[in-house]
C-alpha cells in the first residue's frame, strides 16, 4: 500500500472523529422517535431474564444484551446501502452461555492476561481465577462478560444508547475492592458507536476494561478476514512467552510483520516464519500506539473491506490495542447465520492499558485508589465508499 492510501486512511479518521464530535449539537432531531426496544432474549438457568435491546440512529444498527453487555449484532450499510452484520455472535443465549470466545462482551476486571493468575499491590499478593493455562483471561472464569448488567436506555442531545451497570464485589475472582462499574453504549447522530466507560473503587485494585467484538467488514459469516486491509498507527508492540504473556519488551515492528503502519492486507504476512506468530497461531499482541494515553479519543486505527467498500476507524484514549485475529475460532461454533466460524473468520481491536501490567512496572500503571475515577473512551466510525 502506498504512502498516498496511508495518508487518506489516517486523515479519514481524524475527520470521523472531528465530524462525530459536530454531530452532536444535531443528534436529538436525529434520535427522535429511536428509543431502544427491549425484548425477552432468554433465562439464565436460575430463572434471571435476559433482556435483548435494538438501537438504531440512521445509519447503524446495533442489538445489545444485558448478560456479559454482549453486541449480539452491528449492522452498517455498505457502498449499495446494504445493510448487513459486521460483528460474530450467537443467536440464542444458551451459545453464550456455554462459549469462552467472548463475542461482543465486556471485559473486566481485566481485559487480557495476568501472569499466574496472581499480582502484588501494597505489599499484598492477590491470587485470582486462573481460567487460561496458568494465567488469568479477561476477568478469570467469571469475567464481566459472564454477568448481567443493569440496563438503562437513552435518548438525549448526544444519541441514542444504553447506560450499563455492575456492582463487583471485594474479592470476586479474587480481585480487592468493590468495583463499581458504568459503561455506556452511544450511537451517535452520525451513526458512530462510541463507548464510555467509568468505574470507583472502595479500596486499591486493578481495573483494564474493553469489548470484545469480533469484526467481518464482508459480514458475519461469510469467511475470513485475511483479505482486510488495516493501519495501525503503531511503532511498537508486545512480545509474549509461549503462553501470550508480554516478556516486559517493546519491540520496534519496522521490518517485521507487525508493521501496520502503512495499510496491509491482514493475510499478507500472517503466515510468515516469525516466532512470535507461530506461538500465537496468528496475531493475538498488544499494539503499544504512538499516541500514548490521551484525554480524548485520537484516532489509530482503520479496518477496511474492499468487496463491500465498508471501513471502520477506530479512535481511543488507551496506549494500546490488542489485535486478535481469531486464530482459536475451530469450526466448532455455528453463529447467527447458521455458518460456522473457522480460524481467521473474525478479527478484534480491543483497546486497552497493556496484559500483565500489573506485573510489569515499566507498562503504563493500571491501578485505580479510592477518590480517584478510571475513565476510558473509545469511538467506532464506519463508512463505505
Known sequence: MDTTRRTVLVAGATAGLTAASAATSHASTATAGRRPVKELFGKLPDGTRVYRWTLHNGSTRMKVISYG??????????????????????????????????????????????????????????QLSVNDGSNSLHGGARGFDKRVWDVEPFV??????????????????????????????????????????????DRATVVNLTNHTYYNLAGEGSGDILGHELLLAASRYTPTDATLIPTGELAGVTGTPFDFRRSKIIGEDIRAAHRQLVTAK???????????????????????????????????????????????????????????????DGMCLETQHFPDSPNQPSFPSTVLRPGDTYRSSTVHSFSAR
Not at 449499495?80 to 459486521?86: A, E, L, P
Not at 451459545?95 to 461482543?104: I, K, R
Not at 463499581?180 to 451517535?188: E, G, S
Not at 494515553?293 to 484514549?317: H, Y
Open 69 to 126: 453487555g454482549i453486541v449480539q449484532s452491528l449492522e452498517i450499510p455498505d457502498r449499495h446501502g446494504r445493510y448487513i452484520n459486521v460483528s460474530l455472535g450467537f443467536d440464542n443465549l444458551d451459545d453464550y452461555l456455554t462459549a469462552t470466545t467472548f463475542f461482543g462482551a465486556l471485559i473486566g476486571r481485566y481485559g487480557n492476561r495476568i501472569a499466574g493468575g496472581r499480582f502484588t499491590l501494597d505489599g499484598a499478593v492477590h
Open 156 to 201: 438525549d442531545s448526544t444519541g441514542v444508547g444504553l447506560v450499563l451497570r455492575y456492582v463487583s464485589g471485594d474479592g470476586e475472582m479474587g480481585y480487592p475492592g468493590t468495583l463499581r462499574v458504568k459503561v455506556t453504549y452511544t450511537l451517535t447522530a452520525r451513526g458512530d458507536w462510541r463507548i464510555d466507560y467509568a468505574a470507583t473503587t
Open 282 to 344: 496468528g496475531y493475538d499482541h498488544n499494539w503499544a500506539l504512538d499516541k500514548g494515553i490521551t484525554d480524548r479519543p485520537e484516532p489509530f486505527a482503520a479496518l477496511r473491506d474492499a468487496g463491500s467498500g465498508r471501513t471502520m476507524r477506530i479512535a481511543t484514549t488507551e496506549p494500546g490495542v490488542q489485535f486478535y485475529s481469531g486464530n482459536f475460532l475451530d469450526g466448532s461454533l455455528t453463529g447467527s447465520s447458521g455458518r460456522t466460524y473457522r480460524q481467521g
